[in-house]
Each structure stands twice: as structure tokens, then as C-alpha cells.
């Protein structure tokens, strides 16, 4: 893979996912998106958002579907609630929502049906064009210092490879991620071999889990073009999509150190919320006394 030279200015742009239909949260999600529930005040979107800003990404790609207008929305101006916090003298609420206004350029592309997360990134295509970008999951949240996605381009930078996030998962829960199988060739850095999606129980070859962060060339959207969809799901699988490139050698994997949350699972919302309340100024020592009371 060869890339033109530029620094880390060369990848400009994420790309979120936030078309699926997030039925493991139903009936929460029948109306509204699992990326716009609220990890204490923030929709989990907007961490995310925050997560590519933060790594020097200004332009933001989402790939959004039916119902989920309301995540553009959180994007864009709101004319009527700025002048109404405007006239009350709200300065801290104007400033606080005018903000998240401001945080990146938001560029939004349909994806017409659910059919995959592969299928999803395609959408990414024209918007990309023949550069390196970003990928973040819309519903997977991560607490890393430096943001994880910087480290990620980092790297992508210094190996000239596509990088995935990787995490050393439980035993028993390695059927529930994509697996990995390769070689370590610098501390907590892989080049991956193979890919093992959802392998059965007792069946993995490690237990290095796949996790919602990507950093991929231009050269991935004529791989996912090229590729058959599933024959049962009929969905366009991005693991395919990420062999292919193991398979050229190029991709590698990073075991990364931090917190990470799938809030698009009831259960990995409730610990999001209980780590971010315990972490806030104003609500940790009063959520630490009602553990303690109710435990
Ligand atoms: P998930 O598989 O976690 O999302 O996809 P889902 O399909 O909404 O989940 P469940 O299993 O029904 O609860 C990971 C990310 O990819 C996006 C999702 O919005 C999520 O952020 N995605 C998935 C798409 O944008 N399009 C798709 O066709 C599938």
C-alpha cells in the first residue's frame, strides 16, 4: 500500500455508521436511534463525534438511514432554542449548544437499506474518494487517553498498513466478536493473519476481539464492491472486506489500553452509564452512595 506523503493532515476524514437498526435495544430503538441515547447528558453519538475531532478529523461522514434524523439534527443550528436561551440570558445552555454546532463538518449519506456494515462503508465511497480514512462505530464508545483513534492514525502512518482496534476479551465471550490470529510485531501491534467471525465457543485461536475502530485505505471500497454478500443474512460483511487486506498483508492490529462500551447492548450501555456518572464532578460521590446503599 503505498500512500502520497502529507503527515497525519492526509487522513481527513470519519466515517460513522448509524444506519442499523439496533434491534438488541428494541423497544427503545423503535423510534429512536441507539446512537442518540444519552450516556448521563451526551448522546453517544456525540462522544464519538467528539472522539474524531479530538484526533484531528474535522470532517465527519455519517451513514445514516430511516429515523435517524434526529442524530443530523443534534449536528446542525437550532435557530428557535438559541434564541430562546439568547433572550433568557442562558450564556452558559447558548454556548453549551452552539457548540456541538460547531464541532465538525457533518456530511450525511443514506444508506437505503440495512444491508451490512460493509454495505454501509461503501456508502462512504464517492464522499472519500482516493484517501485513507477513519471509521469509528456509532455504537461503540471507548475512554482512551490519547483518543484512540489518533493512536490509531499514528500508527497507520508510521506501518503505511490499515489499522484495526483490537481487545483481549474472555474465554466464553469470544463468540461474540470478530477474532484475530497473527503475529506480534511490536509491543500490543499485529499483523493479522486471519479473521474468525463470531467463531464457535471453545473455537478461537486467540481471544483478540475485534472492536469499532478502523483506520482503512481508499483501496477498501473495490474490495467490499467486489465482494458477495452473505448467502443467509444477504448483508455485505466488512470482516470479508478486512481479510481480503490481511491476505495482501496489509493490516495490522492494535491491542489498545482503556475502557470500551457497546451501547448498542443493554448491558454495555448500563456500565457506559455508571462509569461516566462515577467519573462526573457533580453526580460520582452521590452515585458511589447509592451503590453502597443499594448493594
Ligand atoms: P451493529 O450490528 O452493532 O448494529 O452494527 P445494528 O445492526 O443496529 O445492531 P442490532 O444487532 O440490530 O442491535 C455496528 C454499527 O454499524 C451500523 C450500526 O448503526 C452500528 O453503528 N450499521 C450496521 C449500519 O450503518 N448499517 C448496517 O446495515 C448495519
Redesign the pocket.
Known sequence: MKLPSGGIKLIKKAVI?????????LPATKATP??MLPIIDKPAIQYIVEEAVDSGLQEVVL?T?RGKDSIIDHFDVSGELEYYLENRGKKDLLKLVRDISNLAKIIAVR?KK????G??VLCAKEVVGEEPFALL???DMVDTNPPLTKQMIELFLKHQKAVIALRRVPDDQTHLYGIIEGDEVAEGVFQIREIIEKPKPGTAPTNLAII?RYILPPQIFTILENLQPDPVSK?IQLTDGLLKLARQKNLYGFVFSGDRYDI?DKFGFVRATVAYALKDPQLGNKLRSFLDEVL
Open positions: 455508521p448509524v444506519a442499523g437498526l439496533g434491534t438488541r435495544f441507539k446512537e451513514i438511514g444508506q440495512p444491508l451490512g456494515l454495505h454501509a462505530l456509532g455504537d469499532g448483508e448498542g
